[in-house]
T-cell receptor
Framework: EPEVTQTPSHQVTQMGQEVILRCVPI?????FYWYRQILGQKVEFLVS????????KSEIFDDQFSVERPDGSNFTLKIRSTKLEDSAMYFC???????????FGEGSRLTVL | AQSVTQLGSHVSVSEGALVLLRCNYS??????LFWYVQYPNQGLQLLLK??????LVKGINGFEAEFKKSETSFHLTKPSAHMSDAAEYFC????????????FGSGTQLTVLP
């Protein structure tokens, strides 16, 4: 069964460093998403991406964040200068155009020290 | 704005007992409602979804949920719990006909006791 894969599974970084989280969506999907879950809190929508541009984003997704589809398979989330409060589990998801179901990856845990 | 509230961050049931996980929603428009499950060290997996068709929705692994507009609820049930059901369960709502921008509840950790 096709699945969304994410790397790394866990990353530890120093505050102020740049981090790139990578995702390989399901191959025939056209919509891509990032969600995050701070420990003990709700899963929160960050951004959706379609046709090489952001289609929707939440207020969490500020100028420190960016997304990119650098090639035909990867979808990345970049955090330019990490803060302590960026520590969270980041989930990538993808869907077909009707978006009746989002398929999530296993998550990348980011720890900012 | 839409939101969901999951009552009970932790629920324990005995194997073979009824599972009931509660979710109440708040929405100014007809909502689309979802239940996701997260097994340890895995991603979120869709259990079932309500998209304004039948109010009783059947999902995978024997789970079902009933949409009750009068109670603004979408509780998840399973008649007989299995050890493999131990996981975290998330209720989510979407304002549109798709799952594109989900608002999740805080999750309920289900423990199944032998």
């Amino acid at each position: 069964e096709p699945e969304v894969t994410q790397t790394p599974s866990h990353q530890v970084t120093q505050m102020g460093q740049e981090v790139i989280l990578r995702c390989v969506p399901i191959s025939n999907h056209l919509y891509f998403y990032w969600y995050r879950q701070i420990l003990g809190q709700k899963v929160e929508f960050l951004v959706s991406f379609y046709n090489n541009e952001i289609s929707e984003k939440s207020e969490i997704f500020d100028d420190q964040f960016s997304v990119e589809r650098p090639d035909g398979s990867n979808f990345t989330l970049k955090i330019r200068s990490t803060k302590l409060e960026d520590s969270a589990m980041y989930f990538c998801a993808s869907s077909s155009p009707d978006a009746e179901e989002l398929f999530f990856g296993e998550g990348s845990r980011l720890t900012v020290l | 704005a839409q939101s969901v509230t999951q009552l009970g961050s932790h629920v324990s049931v005995s194997e073979g007992a009824l599972v009931l996980l509660r979710c109440n929603y708040s929405s100014s428009v007809p909502p689309y409602l979802f239940w996701y499950v997260q097994y340890p060290n895995q991603g979120l997996q869709l259990l079932l979804k309500y998209t304004s068709a039948a109010t009783l929705v059947k999902g995978i692994n024997g789970f079902e949920a009933e949409f009750k507009k009068s109670e603004t609820s979408f509780h998840l049930t399973k008649p007989s719990a299995h050890m493999s059901d131990a996981a975290e369960y998330f209720c989510a709502v979407s304002p549109s006909g798709s799952a594109r921008q989900l608002t999740f509840g805080s999750g309920t950790q289900l423990t199944v006791l032998p």
